[in-house]
């Protein structure tokens, strides 16, 4: 199946390659199919490729994080820092997991530390509004 679709790509641009650069587009949608097109996805994370006389430049073009990428990964990162706050506040003990496997209680003085990361990781991940409503 895959040979059949390569092979149907590369005759639909058998003559716009031997003429000039191209930039394609593909990327892998929930099914694990993979697209190929001259349009980029929108909200989707894909890999852009050059083919023709610049084929050399193709490591200098990344795919881009997508905005709602990045915001999803923005709101979960506010939600770990509050969530990892909220026990921090608490008047109970706190253990880390250590990589023995073991686990140690954090001192005072650790969980203040910790407390102040947290808010930090909230100031940079959240938004005011976000920040407001805890």
């Known amino acids: 199946m895959r040979i059949l ?4 790509l590369s005759s639909l641009f058998c003559n716009q390659l031997l003429a000039a650069e191209q930039v394609m587009y593909q990327w892998r949608d929930k ?8 349009l980029p996805p929108q909200n989707v994370d894909y890999e852009t490729i050059v083919i023709g006389p610049s084929q050399q430049n193709t490591a200098a073009m990344k795919p881009q994080p997508k905005p709602q990428a990045k915001n999803e990964a923005k709101r979960q990162s506010c939600e770990k820092a509050q969530k990892n706050l909220k026990i921090l506040q608490q008047d109970l003990p706190v253990f880390i997991d250590m990589e023995d496997g073991s686990k140690q209680q954090l001192t005072d003085a650790q969980m203040e530390a910790q407390r102040t990361l947290a808010q930090q990781q909230i100031n940079l991940f959240c938004d005011s509004t976000a920040t407001n409503n805890n």
């Open 5 to 8: 679709f390569f092979l149907m």
């Open 31 to 38: 099914n694990n199919t993979l697209h190929v097109s001259q």
